[in-house]
């Protein structure tokens, strides 16, 4: 897809081009105007019209399409919400190798969502992902090594992954690594990490994670606690 506008330019003006390239076939146009339906970006948000788009884009086998299909199914945008469909659009994205249909798809056989629970598959999609650079699936690499699940409990291996998706900038990798850092009493490195979490977290993450701080024995710790409470009021 190549519009002549930038998204931030004019979105009205994007949307419109997005949505031309798009009537003419243009695979990555159909996913993008999608996302802008989704979003309510330079045009009216639609989620219906944008399930309708992604699924256009998805049967002639584009993979981030197939995998927006994916997650309207899994969230009820524009839809019902229906898992096992949601399951089979992850998986497919999967298998043509993009990394968040294999971090989706390992998602839902962590929690038996719509397919049986498989922990090992689940792992091995998540390494697969990691190995493109997907941070998030980094993050949950960590969790399999702190908690022991799959693999034996590695404390080293665990910080090794947290390390990566906080550099990768995944905010509960950020967290993570912070938690270990404030373990080894390195409070001022883990306010820094603290700190980048909370520019890009989901307000339920900070309603959780700010008493955790609140509680802490240390002062720095419990201001950062302060801030996550503040934000989300």
């Known amino acids: 897809m190549n519009t002549q506008r930038s998204i931030h330019d004019d979105p009205r003006a994007y949307a419109k081009?997005?949505?031309?390239?798009?009537?003419?076939?243009?695979?990555?146009?159909?996913?993008?105007?999608?996302?802008?339906?989704?979003?309510?970006?330079?045009?009216?948000?639609d989620p219906a019209l944008a399930l309708t788009w992604f699924r256009i884009a998805a049967r002639q086998g584009h993979a981030m399409a197939g995998n927006m299909v994916g997650r309207c199914l899994e969230n009820g945008w524009g839809c019902e919400i229906d898992l096992t469909g949601a399951a089979q659009h992850y998986r497919q994205?999967?298998?043509?190798?993009?990394?968040?249909?294999?971090?989706?798809?390992?998602?839902?056989?962590?929690?038996?969502?719509?397919?049986?629970?498989?922990?090992?598959?689940?792992?091995?999609?998540?390494?697969?992902?990691?190995?493109?650079?997907?941070?998030?699936?980094?993050?949950?690499?960590?969790r399999f090594h702190h908690e022991g699940v799959v693999v034996e409990r590695n404390e080293?291996?665990?910080?090794?992954w947290y390390l990566l998706a906080a550099e990768g900038g995944d905010f509960r990798?950020?967290?993570?690594?912070?938690?270990?850092?404030?373990?080894?009493?390195?409070?001022?490195?883990?306010?820094?990490?603290?700190?980048?979490?909370?520019e890009t977290a989901t307000p339920g993450f900070l309603e959780a994670a700010g008493p955790v701080l609140l509680a802490s024995k240390n002062e720095q710790i419990r201001e950062m606690g302060e801030r996550y409470r503040r934000v989300v009021g």
């Not at 080293?156 to 090794?160: N, P, R, Y």
């Open 156 to 160: 080293e291996q665990a910080q090794h």
């Open 17 to 45: 081009a997005v949505m031309r390239a798009a009537e003419l076939g243009d695979l990555d146009a159909q996913t993008t105007l999608g996302q802008l339906l989704l979003d309510g970006t330079g045009i009216a948000r």
């Open 173 to 198: 990798g950020q967290y993570n690594h912070a938690a270990v850092l404030a373990e080894q009493g390195r409070y001022d490195d883990a306010c820094l990490w603290l700190g980048r979490a909370l």
């Open 93 to 142: 994205a999967a298998d043509l190798g993009l990394d968040w249909g294999l971090y989706n798809y390992g998602q839902l056989l962590t929690r038996g969502r719509g397919v049986a629970p498989d922990m090992s598959a689940a792992y091995a999609l998540f390494q697969q992902a990691a190995a493109m650079g997907h941070a998030k699936s980094m993050n949950l690499l960590g």
